[in-house]
């Protein structure tokens, strides 16, 4: 009954706000004519910014402006630190400046005395690495936090959690018994703190990425080269701890000899294989992160896309958009809980893969 | 397109804070809580064994008890048995005391009565013989003093019948 009123309540609302602003509009707005570039708005979103946008006050834009540091690659070399205040609004400082078109668009880039620009050594903190900090400290937060509880109570068998602690530990150890036990087999406890690591680190970066406000809201997981290095240190866990056995299959496998003498195609094939396969954790994490965020901010523009089409049309696509972006943050949730949870999953199949050949051994030598 | 190329401050800033995120947490986070949680584990499979081995030791003590119990309704049904028996046997044996005695007593009552009985006929039958003896004198003295033929005769007669040894022909002579 409740659920019932504050659906039709709320519909109610949605269908009256576009009228209100459509009257508003045909006072004679500035606005009016304007058309919406929702690809603009997607793209701005998806990628990193020097400054981290809050939101627009009463007409002034509020952000949070981060520190840039770059090296010049200019002759005058040396590091060059200062706040990104210096160069909104497309200003100049110290020779850097923000390009607002080109190879660079979006970047700093330094200006050269004969007026060519180059690109400088970038190590700004930007919109996402703030975040990536950020999220990186809650991830400590939510572990270490636990953690200290069963420091305090280690001589303490009887002690058990309670709240948060018990939440994360039945977390943690679900996820070692049903997920990194099966997966990587024999030697999972020598890897389960890496890939504890990495389901935490995407998951936070995913749910903090799906909260429209301030901390949040930053699309983490959906940078290409967050998903590089977590790929790469799979990858690298992988290779680094791989047995004999997962050598050899790789330069000599159980194949007919006639696949892997004269050309070598099966061994080429498995070495690009080593490669593949982090490399499919990085663009499915990524795309799925994108997708999903392209997806919602469409649905959310297609009320400011409507507006110019008349009250009504307007009012019962804004009843749609806010539907869809509900039940598509809905999907967001389970998405950003189903990646963290992928990741995890193929980076320990991978790595008990990689691992088999030793637990082979092993049992051979128990054998003899 | 942009979006595809990572940017190498980003990869630097990425690694280095992955890289201190994995440290800390694979040295201060999931082990501790991991050996926490082993140890609890640990804690509570021992005291389950330990429920265990007392539940069997209570059971092993139930089985003793019972055992006891039974062998003590044993030795107790048995005592009861042998009582029931040694009665049995002492009233048996007071029976045939107390039938002994009497038979003896009834015995010597028996011979004492006997005596008696012999003693008190023999005594009548002296007393018998004295008074026939004194009657039969009387008899013999009247009917001797009126006749002394017939008195030769009566007591030739009676001498006969008195004596059935037929003496009397010898002893008349005797008496006479």
């Known amino acids: 009954m409740t659920y019932r009123t504050a659906m039709a ?70 590091w060059y630190c200062f706040s990104s ?15 607002a078109e080109g190879k660079y668009e979006g970047k700093i880039v330094e200006t050269l005395p004969d007026g060519s620009t180059v690109r400088p050594f970038d190590l700004s903190v930007t919109k996402t690495v703030a975040a990536l900090l950020l999220n990186s400290v809650i991830v400590l937060l939510v572990i270490l936090v636990p953690a200290g509880w069963y420091r305090r109570h280690r001589y303490d068998v009887k002690a058990h959690p309670k709240g948060f602690t018990a939440f994360m530990e039945m977390a943690i150890e679900g996820l070692q018994d049903d997920l990194i036990k099966p997966c990587v087999g024999e030697n999972w406890k020598r890897f389960s703190p890496y890939l504890l690591t990495v389901f935490f680190f995407i998951l936070v970066c995913n749910l903090m990425s799906l909260i429209p406000f301030f901390p949040g809201g930053v699309n983490v997981t959906g940078n290409i080269a967050v998903t590089f290095v977590l790929a790469l240190a799979s990858f690298l866990v992988i290779n680094i701890f791989g047995g004999r056995a997962y050598w050899k299959d790789i330069f000599w ?14 061994p080429v094939i498995e070495f690009i294989g080593i490669f593949t396969k982090p490399f499919a954790l990085m663009i499915r994490l990524f795309a799925n992160m994108v997708g999903g965020h392209a ?27 806010v539907l869809f972006t509900i039940f598509m943050n809905c999907v967001e949730v389970l998405v950003a809980f ?9 980076s320990g199949v991978f790595i008990g893969l990689a691992q088999e050949g030793k637990t082979e051994k092993k049992v051979e030598k128990l054998k003899k | 397109m942009g979006l595809l190329q990572p940017e190498p401050g980003l990869l630097i800033w990425m690694t280095l ?31 389950l064994a330990a429920a265990g081995e007392a539940q069997k030791k209570l059971d092993d003590l139930q089985v003793q008890m019972d055992e006891v119990r039974r062998d003590a309704e044993k030795q107790k049904t048995e005592i009861l048995r042998s009582a029931v028996q040694t009665r049995e046997q002492l009233i048996a044996e007071a029976r045939r005391k107390a039938g002994e005695e009497g038979e003896k007593i009834i015995a010597a009552a028996k011979a004492s009565a006997q005596l008696e009985s012999d003693a008190i006929i023999r005594d009548a039958r002296h007393q018998v013989a ?3 003896i004194a009657i039969s004198e009387r008899l013999l003295r009247e009917r001797l003093s009126s006749d002394p033929q017939s008195q030769t005769a009566l007591a030739e007669r009676l001498l006969a019948e008195m004596d059935p040894e037929k003496k009397a022909p010898e002893d008349k002579p005797e008496k006479e």
């Open chain 1, 253 to 266: 496998p159980d194949v007919p000899a006639w696949l892997k003498v004269p050309v070598p195609f099966m």
């Open chain 1, 295 to 321: 997806a919602i901010l469409c649905l959310v523009c297609v009320v400011f896309v409507t507006a110019g089409m008349g009250a009504v049309m307007n009012a019962s696509m804004t009843v749609v958009s």
């Open chain 1, 9 to 78: 309540l709320l519909t109610a609302v949605l269908l009256a706000l576009p009228l209100r602003a459509a009257a508003a509009d045909t006072a004679g707005s500035a606005a009016a004519g304007e058309e919406v570039d929702v690809k603009a708005i997607v793209l701005e979103h998806l990628s990193d910014s020097y400054w981290w946008h809050i939101g627009t006050f009463g007409g002034r834009d509020v952000s949070l402006y981060l520190p840039v540091i770059v090296r010049s690659s200019a002759e005058r070399g040396g």
């Open chain 2, 17 to 47: 804070a992955f890289a201190v995120v994995f440290i800390l947490l694979a040295k201060f986070g999931f082990p501790v809580i991991q050996k926490s949680v082993d140890r609890r584990r640990e804690y509570i499979d021992s005291s």
């Open chain 2, 130 to 132: 004295l008074l026939s």
């Open chain 1, 85 to 99: 205040r210096h160069l909104a609004d497309g200003a100049s400082w110290e020779g850097f400046s923000i390009a």
């Open chain 1, 338 to 346: 189903l990646q963290a949870y992928v990741f995890t999953m193929l």
